[in-house]
DNA sequence: GATCGCTCGATTGTGTGCAATCCGATGGGC
DNA sequence: GCCCATCGGATTGCACACAATCGAGCGATC
């Protein structure tokens, strides 16, 4: 089937989400619509979905622009999703069946192999994805076990975001080891019905995450250095 | 200026939060760009809109429906909502300025009021809505006090949903003076910079909001006794 | 009588043209 | 030399036409 909202939409979110659009990148209608050999109907469609996700600004008859993040605003965003996803483990902890637990144990062990694979060839971007993919299992998992299905749009919605993609891609191995202890810690909890304690080792992971992406970001001096934020 | 995308988007967005479209109606595209005088494009758009917030789903080629919400639904909703919005008194507890305090306490009088005049006559739909929009500016006061964007809009997602309004239309009393209350422990808490109580409260506030309105629901037999779901 | 296939109406999906709008550049006035 | 009005290109906003798709209902067949 051919619906080329869809394609658009899942291709420019990609480009964006790993950074081949950086953000404050312009985005013209007609030029995407060239892009994707497409006319600018489905190409309108796919942005101001993007837009309503917090992906793109759209500045009204000028166009529309990737959106730059502040350093601040990335920090907002873990924080939230710490809360969600602590939410959601929580609730896993008390909902979860067998069968889901042992697929949570599957999904931390795949992570270990991806993690592993990553390790000393960051420039894989294909190994990279791969991580990406076996990190948004685990968690997704997490949220399906929660039952909520209103906590796990609002993730999907707060997860995806520029620079989170090549956060994963500069993890050093000391990183990317820790993230794999807590993914079975936190498994541990849940199998072991603890709420409270899946629910502050979630916080404690997601907010990791944000410290490393913080850091990797004022090693290199800041957003500005990665970016040309204007252009 | 005239920017039909929006208005139709704004419009729309008010008839199924209000109920007048209630969950389950059917919209097409070429009944609400008669109703709405306009093409089809920007209704177009706005439908998708709404259906990217959730307010709506499409089915491809069939077309749009008023999204129907189950009990557990609107329970979830909720309980989410508890979860962030205790996460923004717990940072406007800290981070706010006395300015805001005041603002905050102003609030919550103009609340009082608002619930003061709908007292006795909840077939008023302009007091209702002026209850529904005290409401807002109160909760919408501390998560802007929190200073943290994300949590803004992600609560304003999952704010405004079908029957909610139609919930403090039915509230009656006891439940009015009880918000008040919440709402002058919450200003209490955040004023005194005691982040742990504001958020308790806050939890406490929404999940009073959630068991009000499942409490109307089974009241009246359902949600199948409010709305011809599949109609 | 039940089931399958077909046609048809309804609805969305997409392409395209034109009008409205905005920013930047350019030129004249002071 | 500086400022403001004006003009032009670029871009979105909207309308409309046509194509694609889906399901419902009808009729033929077994």
């Known amino acids: 089937m051919a619906n080329d909202t869809e394609r658009v939409y899942r291709e420019l979110r990609r480009s964006i989400v790993e950074g081949v659009e950086p953000p404050g990148a312009r985005l013209t209608e007609q030029r995407l619509a ?3 050999e497409c006319s600018r109907t489905p190409v309108r469609e796919a942005v101001r979905r993007l837009e309503s996700e917090g992906l793109i600004v759209v500045e009204p008859n000028r166009g529309a622009h990737v959106r730059p993040l502040t350093e ?3 920090a907002d965003l873990y924080e939230v999703r710490a809360r969600l996803e602590a939410y ?3 609730l896993a902890s008390v909902r979860a069946e067998p069968a889901e637990r042992l697929a949570l144990r599957a999904a931390a062990d795949a992570f270990d192999g991806a993690a592993g ?3 000393g060839r960051p420039d894989d971007i294909a190994l990279v994805r791969r991580l990406d993919e076996a990190n948004g299992a685990f968690h997704g998992a997490v949220l399906s076990m929660s039952r909520n299905r209103r906590v796990q749009t609002l993730v999907a919605a707060a997860v995806d975001a ?4 090549q956060a994963l891609q500069r993890f050093d191995a000391d990183e990317l080891r820790r993230s794999c202890l807590f993914h079975h810690l936190i498994t541990d909890a849940i199998a072991e019905g603890e709420a409270g304690r899946a629910g502050r080792l979630m916080t404690e992971h997601v907010l990791q995450g944000r410290d490393a992406l913080l850091a990797h970001l004022s090693a290199v001096g800041g ?3 990665l970016f040309e934020v204007g252009a």
Chains 1, 2 share one sequence.
């Open 72 to 74: 601040d605003e990335i």
């Open 34 to 36: 060239t892009r994707f």
């Open 117 to 119: 694979a990553v390790i």
């Open 223 to 225: 957003l500005g250095e």
């Open 162 to 165: 520029p620079l989170v993609f």
């Open 88 to 90: 959601a483990a929580e």
